[in-house]
């Protein structure tokens, strides 16, 4: 197993390399910066490890760089809550806090060996993701469909707000999906995964020859979504400057691309996301108040996981059966005690990390029971 370690405190860097060196089945290589790692990283590594507080590009940003493309291990020195949560919406493994044991460290390397050798030697099949449902149900979730559901209906502008993972794309997709534009597109952006420099192009579009690289015309999301529902994922993290522009299109139902003075009407629906809070960001001058209350027009709280319990066990075994039948694994079940895990567990990366949870759960656990030990959640904040 080759092993890619990422750490900028040169004691730590060693002792790793040297502690993971007495493994025969280990192949370590070691990195003082993540931009250094990224120059050297290719396919025949199996695993980063990576540090989280480095100069340069911290490992957070690490990780998003990476993309999913290689099994990631974070050990940080000063592991908070927001973090954790980060690395649950990256898709990391583990989560380990300095000082470790060794190992620990082995333990978590073993398990993501393990989870690699099982999900490549099964032939993925195609199963369809259950997208646009709801795998369980609970009081507080009713209540916010219902107001959904009502909502989809006019026209109105919408704001979910939420933690992260508690479905907020989710909702999207459904309040479009019961509204009148069900049949039209939903085309979605997301401020925070977007260059600020871009954001403006991808919005509203551009024609030949507006900036250097525009080579030809290309319409923006705002025209892609003509007739139906335009979703603005993390809204808060617009930049401030473009804000009056936004405000300006949905006030006057046009947009002009980039390079042109002839404006092109849209009719869209806005949905907005976000799970900043966008109040502080008012209050601080870095969110327009008349912009808030252009796209608030109906707010709607999408209350945490760990204030839907009811929903925790059956999400949890109809994902399970979802992963049971991707990896045509035999029939498994939860241990009632893994089930009273789950339902005490306070997820901060709500619906998202359950999902993670289960899957990684159902990888590991050798037998036809998952029990407490294989979900892991001890070790979490
Ligand atoms: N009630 C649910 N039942 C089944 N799956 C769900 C449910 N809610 C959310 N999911 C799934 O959980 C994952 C996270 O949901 P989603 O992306 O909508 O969250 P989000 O609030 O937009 O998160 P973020 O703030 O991190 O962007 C998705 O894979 C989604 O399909
Ligand atoms: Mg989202």
């Not at 390399?17 to 025949?44: P, Q």
């Not at 340069?56 to 290689?70: A, K, Q, T």
């Not at 006057?252 to 009407?265: A, P, Q």
């Not at 929903?311 to 075994?317: G, K, L, T």
Request: glycine share 6%; net charge negative; charged share 30%.
């Amino acid at each position: 197993m080759k092993i890619a370690i990422v750490e900028d405190d040169i004691n730590m860097r060693k002792s790793l390399e040297i502690a993971l060196g007495d493994y025969d089945d280990f192949e370590v290589k070691t990195f003082r910066n993540a931009k250094e790692a990224l120059k050297k990283l290719d396919e025949s590594y199996d695993l980063v490890i990576s540090d989280i507080t480095m100069p340069g590009m911290n490992g957070i940003e690490f990780v998003e760089e990476l993309n999913g493309r290689y099994d990631v291990i974070i050990i940080t020195g000063n592991a908070t809550l927001g973090r954790a949560i980060e690395s649950i919406r990256l898709g990391v493994s583990d989560f380990l806090t300095k000082p470790f044991e060794v190992e620990t460290l082995v333990e978590a390397i073993r398990r993501s060996q393990k989870v690699q050798a099982r999900v490549k030697k099964r032939v993925k099949k195609d199963v369809p993701t259950n997208n646009s449902m709801f795998y369980g149900t609970s009081e507080a979730l009713e209540k916010t469909l219902n107001l959904a559901y009502k909502a989809a209906k006019s026209d109105a502008s919408i704001l979910l707000l939420g933690e992260s993972g508690v479905g907020k794309e989710l909702f999207a997709k459904t309040i479009h999906n019961n509204s009148p534009r069900k049949d039209k597109p939903f085309v979605a952006i997301n401020m925070a995964a977007i260059p600020e420099n871009l954001i403006e192009s991808e919005l509203f579009g551009f024609e030949k020859g507006a900036f250097t690289d525009a080579f030809e015309a290309k319409m923006g999301k705002f025209e892609a979504a003509n007739g139906g529902t335009l979703f603005l994922d993390e809204i808060a993290e617009m930049p401030f400057h473009l804000q009056a522009k936004l405000l300006r299109a949905l006030q006057e139902k046009v947009i002009y691309r980039l390079g042109s003075t002839k404006g092109v009407s849209v009719d869209v629906r806005i949905v907005a996301a976000t799970n900043a809070d966008i109040k502080t960001k008012m209050q601080n001058q870095e969110f327009r108040e008349d912009l808030y209350y252009r796209i608030a027009t109906i707010p709607i709280h999408i209350p945490p996981l760990r204030e839907r319990k009811d929903e925790i066990i059956p999400i949890a075994q109809k994902c399970l059966e979802d992963i049971v039948e991707k990896y045509d694994f035999n029939p498994k079940a939860f241990s009632e005690e893994a089930k009273e895990k789950m339902i005490e567990y306070h997820w901060p990366g709500n619906i998202r990390e359950l999902i993670a949870v289960v899957e990684r759960a159902a990888i590991l656990s050798d037998g036809d029971t998952i029990s407490e030990n294989d979900l892991f959640l001890d070790a979490r904040i």
